[in-house]
């Protein structure tokens, strides 16, 4: 298990564990007390773990806990209770939207998009400040690319007196 997925894993046991541990605790307080606003908390916790399904399931799971613990609360004032439930569930669905929004620009900032000035010469592209840049390195910076090099066969007859090499790797 690598580092990355045992990151992922335990972040995932502490978004369950909070989610369970707010609903015991909203259970254990009267019905017009607002301890469901915290189900917010692990619902932006899925911020970090990888793609938009947790999140809203996460999203999902919190509201029907919710839901769930107007049922089986101890009584208190069921109109304040009722506006308290549902004031949290908006803040989840408010904290899941922003969650999903802040996913999707990650995406979009991890694709590179638009268009690229690229000199018609020597292949270097012209950065965000007017500098020119190896091609490679603009695609490792705007990108998650990584580069292997090698030369192909009409380069190595052009340059090494046709002689070619292959690229093993």
Same mark, same amino acid.
């Given at each position: 298990?690598?580092? %990355?997925?045992?990151?992922?894993?335990?972040?995932?046991? #502490? #978004?369950?564990?909070?989610? #369970?541990?707010?609903?015991? !605790?909203?259970?254990?307080?009267?019905? &017009?007390?607002? #301890? *469901?606003?915290?189900? =917010?908390?692990?619902?932006?916790?899925? $911020?970090? $773990?990888? &793609?938009?399904?947790?999140?809203?399931? =996460?999203?999902?799971?919190? %509201? %029907?806990?919710?839901?769930?613990?107007?049922?089986?609360?101890?009584? *208190?004032? @069921?109109?304040?209770? $009722?506006?308290?439930?549902?004031?949290?569930?908006?803040?989840?669905?408010?904290?899941?939207?922003?969650? $999903?929004?802040?996913?999707? %620009?990650?995406? +979009?900032?991890?694709? @590179?998009? &638009? @268009?690229?000035?690229?000199?018609?010469?020597?292949?270097?592209?012209?950065?965000? @400040?007017?500098?020119?840049?190896? !091609?490679?390195?603009?695609? +490792?910076?705007?990108?998650?690319?990584?580069?292997?090099? *090698?030369?192909?066969? +009409?380069?190595?007859?052009?340059?090494?007196?046709?002689?070619? =090499?292959?690229?093993?790797?």
């Amino acid at each position: 298990m690598t580092t %990355a997925s045992r990151r992922r894993s335990w972040l995932l046991a #502490v #978004v369950v564990v909070l989610s #369970v541990n707010v609903f015991l !605790l909203d259970l254990s307080l009267p019905l &017009g007390i607002a #301890v *469901g606003s915290l189900y =917010t908390v692990p619902v932006i916790l899925s $911020l970090w $773990l990888p &793609g938009r399904r947790v999140t809203m399931v =996460t999203a999902v799971g919190c %509201a %029907a806990l919710t839901l769930i613990e107007m049922l089986f609360s101890s009584p *208190g004032v @069921l109109w304040i209770g $009722l506006i308290n439930r549902g004031i949290t569930l908006f803040l989840i669905g408010a904290a899941m939207v922003l969650v $999903l929004l802040r996913k999707r %620009a990650d995406e +979009q900032i991890r694709t @590179l998009q &638009g @268009l690229i000035p690229i000199c018609a010469s020597c292949k270097k592209i012209r950065n965000d @400040l007017g500098y020119w840049d190896v !091609l490679e390195s603009y695609l +490792q910076e705007h990108s998650e690319a990584q580069f292997t090099h *090698g030369i192909c066969p +009409q380069c190595a007859e052009r340059f090494y007196d046709g002689t070619r =090499t292959e690229n093993t790797a």
